[in-house]
């Protein structure tokens, strides 16, 4: 496989007001990887995202997407470019319907011609969307929500898919089928960054996992090359 | 039976229009009144709802669009004799360029800063006019319009500006702004990493929302023939529009009708006694916001599960 980088963040910092979230955060994500990123919670992880997808503006370093420098953009710039974030939380859009919030997905230029091509994959990919596409998001199940989520980011057609602890809070049945789905996904070539709190689930679907502690990277490689003792020291900053 | 109303709703809402359109060959004054009265109140609150109701822009200064509306109106027809309805498509007009200056302040707000910053603004614009000779201070002026126009025409520009806001909050919801904006009104932060320019769409709205304000108020002040800042710009204004999108339902497009129809019909039928009616107002303001918190509309809409003017695409 030809080694294109999708995304380089490097030598990152990010703030909130005066305080620090990112200290000189540096990774590498090739394209069609899945690459993890693992921490504890504070540890700088979403913050990471959103600086990536242009909620927050980084105070150094560099963001580039396949080359082109990204770091000053706003939102709607990054995901015209490719970027699809899934949010924390899943933060649907409560009082639009399901195929909406679906339809909100596609709202940059780039994408809006697919709509409907695009709404009939997700459909494929998550049936329970179909069957539910005029109910109000809210009436959703958590993991119906999440899939919700999942679908509205891929609308935009993205390179690349920044998911924000889509575990969090869901029956691991659940969160089991949604894996599956996204790696479904990211077999037909899509690249994505995963965040979590889940150590074992995230690190068994990565190609090349990341630990952060307290705004750092504190540990790298590929999930296969580390021990679990190494990572626990890392999560916990031991 | 459900579905027959709703098939029907082009029909029933055509013949409405139809009958309103007919009022003033009933002859009753009264009623030709009150329903130039009620298409007013709505176009007025229909853009408050727009603002409030979908885009997360609490204004408490409509008033300042009203005033700059009937000022415009007034000194074009007192000064320089203008064709009267260009007068309220001026007064339209100017009501969004001064939207569009207080947004160079305004809108580096939020919330409850924002609220208080278009408030400061009418308050300005009150001490402005009422300083200014050029439109004779707090005196006021008459509104003499060119050619003299007869209560019908008054009435039919009324009924332009009252269905017009509707079908233009209507139009706007189906378009791509609209599903943006419902989707910036659940959760902004997340609508703009979807590609929406939040700060353009809520722009877009404001300046709608001044210039239908504005040449409504024109309209208004034709009929009243008098205007004086004091009254003109006047938190009043919007008092009373938040009273009718909040009774109606807010972020329903339907709302703002039942309101504007609970307010005028209120407000004429306590007329009479000009002290107490605003406590009854307020106290019926009250009841709706504890017993049906959604408004009328927004109540009947979750008991009945459909909306008349639905803004969904299905």
């Known amino acids: ?76 710039k990054t995901v015209a470019e490719g970027i699809s974030l899934v949010p924390e939380g899943r933060r649907v859009f409560t009082r639009l319907t399901v195929n909406e919030n679906l339809v909100m997905g596609s709202y940059v230029p780039r994408s809006r011609p697919n709509k409907n091509k695009s709404l009939k994959d997700i459909h494929e990919l998550f049936p329970v969307l179909k069957a539910r596409q005029n109910q109000m998001a809210d009436t959703l199940s958590g993991g119906e929500q ?21 575990s969090l809070g869901l029956a691991p049945m659940i969160i089991k089928d949604i894996y599956k789905r996204l790696m479904q996904i990211n077999a037909e070539g899509l690249t994505i960054v995963l965040v979590e709190q889940d150590i074992r689930r995230s690190l068994k679907a990565a190609n090349h996992a990341y630990v952060m502690l307290e705004g750092k ?19 916990f900053g031991l | ?14 013949a409405l229009v139809l009958i309103l359109g007919i009022v003033p060959l009933m002859g009753d004054q009264y009623l030709l009144f009150f329903c130039m009265l009620f298409f007013l109140y709505l176009a007025l609150a229909q853009m408050w709802n727009l603002l409030a109701g979908y885009s997360g822009l609490i204004s408490l200064g409509q008033q300042s669009f009203v005033g700059m509306g009937g000022y415009v109106v007034a000194v074009m027809s007192n000064y320089y004799g203008v064709y009267i ?15 569009l200056f207080m947004s160079l302040f305004i809108f580096r707000m939020k919330g409850v800063y924002f609220a208080i910053g278009t408030w400061i603004f009418s308050e300005a614009l009150l001490i402005w006019f009422s300083n200014w000779e050029y439109t004779k201070y707090g005196m006021g002026l008459f509104i003499k319009p060119n050619p003299n126009i007869s209560m019908t025409e008054i009435y039919y ?9 509707v079908a233009l909050v209507y139009g706007i919801l189906r378009s791509k702004l609209g599903l943006g904006l419902m989707a910036m009104r659940d959760d902004e932060a997340v609508s703009e990493t979807m590609g929406v320019e939040v700060f353009r769409s809520k722009l877009y709205c404001f300046l709608i929302g001044a210039f239908v304000t504005g040449s409504t108020a024109g309209i208004l002040y034709i009929f009243q023939v008098f205007i004086q800042p004091y009254k003109a710009f006047a938190i009043d204004w919007t008092v009373k529009l938040v009273f009718i999108v909040i009774i109606g339902g807010i972020g329903t497009l339907e709302g703002p009708i039942v309101g504007a129809f609970v307010f005028v019909l209120l407000s004429q039928t306590l007329a009479e006694y000009f002290s107490v009616s605003m406590l009854i107002l307020g ?15 927004g109540t009947l809409q979750e008991k009945l599960g459909f909306e008349i003017l639905s803004p969904r695409r299905k």
Not at chain 1, 24 to 50: H, Q, R
Request: aromatic share 8%; glycine share 10%.
């Open chain 1, 146 to 166: 999440q899939m919700l989520a999942i679908g509205r980011a891929l609308m935009s057609e993205p390179k690349l898919i920044l998911c924000d602890e889509i």
């Open chain 1, 1 to 76: 496989m030809a080694e294109v980088l999708a995304l380089r963040v490097f030598d990152l910092d990010a703030h909130y007001k005066d305080f620090q979230a990112l200290w000189a955060v540096s990774l590498d994500v090739k394209k069609g990887e899945v690459v993890s990123i693992i921490g504890a919670n504070g540890s700088g992880k979403s913050t990471l995202l959103n600086t990536i997808s242009g909620l927050l503006t980084p105070t150094r370093g560099t963001i580039e997407f396949f080359g082109q420098e990204i770091g000053d953009l706003v939102p709607h």
């Open chain 2, 283 to 297: 106290a019926i303001a009250i009841l709706v916001i504890l017993i049906a918190p959604k408004g009328i509309m």
């Open chain 2, 85 to 99: 309805w260009l007068g309220v498509l001026l007064g339209g007009v100017f009501s969004a360029l001064l939207g």
């Open chain 2, 157 to 165: 520009a009324s009924l332009i500006v009252g269905v017009g806001s």
């Open chain 1, 217 to 235: 990277v504190v540990l790298e490689g590929e999930p296969s090359s580390l021990t679990e003792d190494e990572v626990k020291k890392a999560y």
């Open chain 2, 1 to 14: 039976m459900k579905k027959a109303i709703y098939n029907s709703r082009w029909y029933v809402l055509a």
